[in-house]
């Protein structure tokens, strides 16, 4: 089966990252590599990063949700899992501190309809959030 593109309601979204139920808080956890791919070179593994985030998504009327959320992301030893407090830059030699992300919050409207790529049991959303406060 061929994965195709269909624009989903917003309660679709709200249903998979949230809750429906504005009461009820969710959390995701996530976790991957960040490479540094040079052309010609190896890649070379610089972290291994750990994230995660408690969200409600609040109705506000008909199709429509005020999506708030916390996360936490953390830069990782790639040998030790042990959190990062400082980095040797691998090129330059020179150690810097580390600064982990802490995004509070993430906020967001959701409502009307969502791209989402649909591939048998596997739906992936396509969808932005952009901050309005100083990072």
Partial sequence: MVAQIQELEAQHWVKTRSSLDPSESTFLIWKGKIYAFIPGEKRQLLFKILGLS???????????WDFTSRELTYYLNPKTDEVLPKWENPWTGETVPVIHVANNPVQGTFEGNFPAQVDGDSTTFVFDIFPYYPN
């Fill in 54 to 64: 408690v969200s409600r998504c609040i109705p506000t009327a008909e199709g429509s």
